[in-house]
T-cell receptor, first 111, second 114 residues
């Protein structure tokens, strides 16, 4: 079983739709990262959160530590949101420097 | 503030050759991380450097190595290249020595092995 599972793997939406991407993890963590990877390969860090909810523009990330689950929401989706969204967790409380990544959710927003 | 920069953008090598990839972290960041993203696979952790020392490495053979210089920039060296080494190699940096700090990523070096 993968330590970080994302769903769905692929997601196609119409412009304006509300998007939800889910991430479940099996390791104990101190924080969870949401990343965005564009087709060219570059990665942008969207959120790092350890509890509750964070909001940045149209993006909202939530985490439930007890249930070991996080969600990334995109409100009023736009074609420029098309990208791969990846969640990642640092094992061992972050002391080992590495991140364990989910396989990503490929989002395509149609105009 | 300049972001994480990686060079070269693309690198083409043949089997058995050696490749050197470079990374300059954000100013003030002391930790540098290297990740591999092979086609169709997720990101895999390669190496972590902090304050000039290798702190941790992922499940990769010893022909993957690197170093961090006094100015905190870093090199990733891959010896005896194999076809399966074809991948996007991403470098990230963070201000602290723990991966519960935000990591800032470069645009990657795409390594192709012929």
């Amino acid at each position: 079983k993968n330590e970080v599972e994302q769903s769905p793997q692929n997601l196609t939406a119409q412009e304006g739709e509300f998007i939800t991407i889910n991430c479940s993890y099996s390791v104990g963590i101190s924080a969870l990262h949401w990343l965005q990877q564009h087709p060219g390969g570059g990665i942008v860090s969207l959120f790092m959160l350890s509890s509750g909810k964070k909001k940045h523009g149209r993006l909202i990330a939530t985490i439930n530590i007890q249930e070991k689950h996080s969600s990334l929401h995109i409100t009023a989706s736009h074609p420029r949101d098309s990208a791969v969204y990846i969640c990642a967790v640092p094992p061992d409380g972050g002391s080992q420097g590495n991140l364990i990544f989910g396989k990503g959710t490929k989002l395509s927003v149609k105009p | 503030e300049a972001g994480v920069t990686q060079s070269p953008t693309h690198l083409i090598k043949t089997r058995g050759q050696q490749a050197t990839l470079r990374c300059s972290p954000i100013s003030g960041h002391t930790s540098v991380y290297w990740y591999q993203q092979a086609l169709g696979l997720g990101l895999q952790f390669l190496l972590w450097y902090d304050e000039g020392e290798e702190r941790n490495r992922g499940n990769f053979p010893p022909r993957f190595s690197g170093r961090q210089f006094p100015n905190y920039s870093s090199e990733l060296n891959v010896n005896a290249l194999e076809l399966e080494d074809s991948a996007l190699y991403l470098c990230a940096s963070s201000v602290g020595a723990f991966s519960n700090q935000p990591q800032h990523f470069g645009d990657g070096t795409r390594l192709s092995i012929l």
